[in-house]
């Protein structure tokens, strides 16, 4: 059952979030240097594009879209970050040029549409985001404390596990407010992927996946929607993507890592996860990337990648083409405009595992260009 000051803390939250409706929606906006030259098609065609899913990439997306139409004026490209959820049921539907999901496909879900591929076009933290007015420094959280909030363990920011990662730091007297997701996302699967590795209870009651069962908190659709809870509701915590943390000015917290250290996040720190998993992505590149070993000293333990999805064969040559093309710019030449943005660039093996996977795309069947 919730205790009284669960029951409090929801409902002023609730009274807060009644007043934000109206403002939710999506959004968001990120670049160093690739060793792999991108080399525009000669043969690429005119075409429209359509395309849709993760806002976890949208900001750089937005990027990559701009640039690529600044050598390719005839391709159009029109990029909807609907959720990776929504993303995913579009593709199904073959409404979609491409689309792009922070949750890469299992062997089983990709039966249930065409054959597709999926290519990692980037890499980037899920930051934890909070509002204690009075911290004046940045939150520590250890694994188990950061789960046990979303379990509804921990529900007041002077529990003794919080005080713990928080040495000589006034917490507040204040209840804790969870805040948390209630549209197909992505970035969902990402942080509910890294609760359920570092906790038994979070992998049994609630697992990971697009959508949860969440054990407590409020909902609310898209990163704008939790960020409108947080920023204006003192005593909250929530997840979204680094760079929207920035662009809007909310701090985030350091997470403590395998090696015992409280990590920022960042590109490095992502990087750093990565390389951490290398092997294991040379295997399979939809390896998840949470909670790397303590050897990754300075790795960020909540990040994940992002993946473009494409159908194997398409009827017409000239879309698939220029799909092919858009993402082979992405995933090499578009990835000097992933820092600037807060995100991580792909390493080499990642890319040119991305290109060997474009080279398998075919329209009626037929090689491409």
């Known amino acids: 059952m ?46 429209a594009l359509g395309a849709a899913g993760s806002t976890f990439i949208a900001p750089l997306m937005g ?121 197909g996302s992505g970035t969902t699967n990402i942080f509910t992927s890294y609760l359920a590795k570092v906790s038994h209870d979070w992998s049994w009651k609630s697992g990971h996946g697009l959508s949860v069962t969440w054990p407590t908190g409020l909902g609310a659709e898209g990163s704008k929607g939790v960020l409108a809870i947080v920023k204006q509701t003192p005593g909250t915590i929530g997840y979204l993507e680094l760079n929207y943390a920035k662009e809007n000015g909310v701090p985030v917290a350091s997470i403590q890592n395998q090696a015992g250290h409280f990590v920022q996040p960042s590109p490095g720190s992502t990087a750093a996860a990565i390389s951490a998993f290398s092997d294991a992505l040379a295997k399979d590149v939809r390896t998840p990337i949470v909670d790397p070993p303590a050897s990754a000293a300075d790795a960020y333990p909540i990040s994940g990648l992002t993946f473009i999805l ?7 040559p000239g879309e698939q083409e220029a799909t092919k093309d858009f993402i082979a710019f992405a995933i090499s030449t578009g990835q000097d405009s992933a820092e600037e943005l807060s995100y991580a660039k792909l390493p080499d093996s990642v890319q040119r595992q991305g290109q060997e996977l474009l080279s398998q795309l075919t329209a009626n069947g037929q090689p491409l260009k």
């Open 310 to 316: 494409i159908r194997k064969d398409r009827s017409d």
């Open 2 to 47: 919730c205790s009284q000051r669960q029951t409090l803390a929801v409902c002023i939250a609730t009274a807060a979030l009644s007043s934000l409706l109206l403002a939710l929606g999506c959004s968001s906006k990120s670049d160093s240097e690739s060793d792999q030259v991108f080399t525009p098609s000669p043969n690429a065609p005119t075409a």
């Open 63 to 183: 990027k990559w879209v701009s640039r690529y139409h600044q050598s390719h004026p005839k391709i159009q490209i029109n990029y909807r970050p609907i959720g990776s959820g929504g993303g995913i049921e579009e593709m199904k539907k073959g409404y979609l040029s491409f689309g792009a999901s922070d949750a890469p496909l299992s062997d089983d879900q990709a039966k249930e549409m065409s054959p597709v591929i999926q290519v990692p076009a980037t890499a980037g933290p899920v930051c934890i985001i909070y509002n204690l007015p009075n911290l004046s420094v940045p939150l520590r959280l250890s694994a188990k404390s950061l789960s046990d909030m979303y379990l509804g363990n921990i529900i007041s920011w002077q529990d003794p596990s919080i005080v713990k990662d928080n040495p000589g730091v006034k917490l507040p007297k204040a209840p804790v407010i969870v805040v948390h997701r209630s549209d």
